[in-house]
């Protein structure tokens, strides 16, 4: 056998151990069938065999699965909290047995490495329910004591709520939705996104035994099949996305219909910075790790990196030379650092953006372009790409690639360098490479984005809240401020006084 051939058995062995040939619709706590009767090829971005059919949902599934939702809503709303919080961390236990099958999972699935997966994707999600299973004890209102009364407010959860997640990190976008739903007492119908989901459904499997029928409904298909029944469905109480800005456009106009609240998680074009006193090999690890991570599909990405003239030359060296050691291969592989894009449509849609860069009149510094990966002719694998020459203002630093692409930008003045990491329609994450404190609070203070790391990217603390300012969206997620997302208060006020007020002089 070839070694294209012997690559191409490993991954459908592991497609055949971990995957069904088809899945359903999880509704009220049934597996179901589309009523459209149609069907999606899960593809494998490594090879381009189909891993899986999805279910291709429409109008009537949606109706069906918030129906399903409400109907469930007044039995779970108003079960005890420990109950609550042993089911969201047996959802995390249940993950954390399984780790590597889930990781393997999105390693076919959305060609992410398997150690990415392992170390990245599956300890984040797993950390979302063990998080919010201990939320239910502390979800309570308050008392507000006046002379003549007794105000109390009450914390209730809100109902239905629609999700609706992207393909680059499903796991983690998963537990980030339902967990902080379900402890807060509401109940779910998840919609994960058509071209990357398989992991998603099969975590569904496993939790279906966890949970009363209708509390969590998984809907699978292309987004603009169900976004308006789902949305706009007058017994839905709430949507959350994790997309993009078009789309979120969209589900803002289907939630005016009858103006339920909106969280929106959206894009970035985060700005990186690297000031002339940084310590550049961190540094250089930092924007070459931004760069690769997930192969650069992901939201929080800093890939306009803006580095201090006095230190461009250098830093540029080191930059290039760990993106050298940045293996393409195999993602089953424990050595592969960068796998496939997910998709052939991000895979062309980040091609297009290297030749746009190239029009506008950037240098391609390093890589730029396809690669050739030995064993995977049909792996959708683009080189790590640095852009310089670059001007703030050209498409390739203004708009998101979600690829292995990052801009760097040159500056020598710090009112300047924070002028142009504003200028951005975008404003989710960013890096701050500096020695000098009162500099790194200043110039953190000045970015208007949703999460600034100094001196390290991606430098995820358990509990801070994600989100966006500008067109990056609004609302918070991975803290205990999404509980507040998930339920509403209701001020109840006890009169102490007795009789009547005596305002008609009675
Ligand atoms: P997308 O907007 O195309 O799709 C996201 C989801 O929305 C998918 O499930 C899709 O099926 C669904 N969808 C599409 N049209 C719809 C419609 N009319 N009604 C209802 N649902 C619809 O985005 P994508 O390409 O899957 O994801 C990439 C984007 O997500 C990037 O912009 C990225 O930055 C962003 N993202 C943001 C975060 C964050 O936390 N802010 C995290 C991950 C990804």
Redesign the pocket.
Known sequence: MSNVEDVRQKHLKLAEKLFQKEYGLFIDGAWEQSSSGETIDMINPSTGDCLAKIQSANAADAKRAVEAAAKAFPAWSRTSRSQRQEIIYEMGRRLKARAEDYAMMDTLDNGKPFMEAMNFDIPMAVEQFEMFSGAPWFLHGQTIEAPNGLGIVLREPLGVCVQ??????PLI?MASKIAPALAAGNTVVL?????VCLSVIEFFKEMADLLPAGVLNLVTG???N???A??AHPLTRKVA????????Q??IQ?ASTNVIPQTM????KSANIVCNDADLDAAAEGAAMSTVLNKGE???AGSRVFVHEDVMDEFLGKFQDLLGRASSGDPTEHTTVLGPQASRM?YEKILNYIDIGKTEGATVAYGGGKREVDGLPDGLFIKPTIFTDVRNEMRIAQE?I?GPVTTVIGWRDEADVIRMANESIYG?GGGLWTRDLPRAHRMARALETGTVWVNRYYNFIGGMP???YKG??FGR?FASEALNHYSQTKSVIINLEEGPIGVFGQ
Request: with cysteine; hydrophobic share 40%; net charge negative.
């Open positions: 609706i997640i992207p393909w680059n990190v976008m919609k994960p996104a058509e071209a292309y987004g603009p169900v976004g308006e789902l949305v996305f994790t997309g993009s800005r078009p789309t979120a969209k589900l289907y998680e959206l894009g970035g992901v939201c929080l991000q998101e979600f989710l994600i989100g966006g990056s969206g997620e």
